[in-house]
């Protein structure tokens, strides 16, 4: 108070923590609002809103649902084309709306996952065709080419694994085979089994690869949510001195739980 007002002495409490909001700090919230509302905001503009603590209460407190929503909504309209730090301002959003440690949104961030790979999935199937010109029969041979019907069956991932050295067996394949094997439709073979997979086996093998991992020493342990985290380094490197091998296994590992969500399972 006073005149000429005083400035806030250096600790004094946040305008929010007294109760106080600004009309410039709400006039800009309910423009982001109305941009969010109509898919038109950036994940840059509501991650720096979010980092205001006065916008943020104002998002996470008195908007939340509608807030997870339309971050939701935002993610699937532009999943196959953001710029890298769109993508990295929208991984902080995830990150404050949707706690990572919080088990309560758990099952949230998978389905969002899921959700967006199969989104991403189905846009890339409809992509339109390439012009290939008017007419010219070098182009029209080509097209030809490419747009004859295969008739010979479709190709599949298929992992032989054993269940006595499930994690092993998973990770050197995987390690061996190319992003374009991995993507294909998924055929789990258990070793000495005869079992046919119809989607039980895949389904079974994702859940037993996700147990093998937590057994897997020097690589992974078990949050006390559930979840899987590697171990400290330190650790690792007593179990696993080589560390070329453990980048290898680290990778294979992510592989597989990438194949969970294109082969819409439940990660690992």
């Not at 409490?13 to 982001?32: C, F, H, S, Y």
């Not at 179990?239 to 453990?246: G, K, T």
């Amino acid at each position: 108070s006073g005149c000429p007002p005083r400035p806030l002495e250096e600790g004094a409490a946040l305008l929010v923590e007294r109760g106080i909001k600004t009309v410039m700090l709400e006039d800009r919230w309910e423009q982001l609002v109305s941009d969010m509302r109509s898919l038109r905001a950036k994940f840059t503009q509501v991650a720096a809103a979010l980092r205001c603590p006065v916008l943020q209460q104002l998002a996470l407190q008195d908007s939340r649902e509608f807030v997870r929503d339309r971050i939701v909504e935002m993610m699937k309209s532009r999943v196959c084309e953001v710029p890298l730090e769109e993508l990295q301002a929208a991984n902080s959003c995830f990150d404050t709306v949707f706690p990572a440690g919080d088990p309560a949104t758990y099952s949230d961030r998978i389905a969002i996952c899921t959700d967006a790979a199969a989104t991403a999935s189905r846009r890339r199937q409809r992509q339109p065709p390439l012009d290939i010109g008017d007419g010219n029969p070098e182009f029209a041979e080509l097209a030809e080419a490419f747009m004859e019907v295969d008739d010979e069956p479709e190709a599949r991932c298929v992992l032989d694994v054993e269940r006595s050295n499930l994690f092993t067996s998973t990770i050197t394949q995987v390690a061996a085979a190319s992003p374009v094997e991995l993507r294909r439709p998924l055929e789990i073979r258990f070793v000495g089994e005869a079992a046919e997979d119809a989607g039980g086996l895949r389904r079974e093998f994702f859940n037993e690869f996700g147990r093998a991992c937590a057994k897997a020493t020097g690589l992974w342990k078990l949050a006390p949510v559930g979840a899987l985290m590697p171990v400290a380094q330190q650790v690792a490197a007593r179990h696993a001195p080589d560390a070329a091998e453990r980048r290898r296994a680290y990778r294979a590992c992510g592989r597989v739980f990438g194949m969970a969500l294109c082969q819409g399972a439940k990660p690992p």
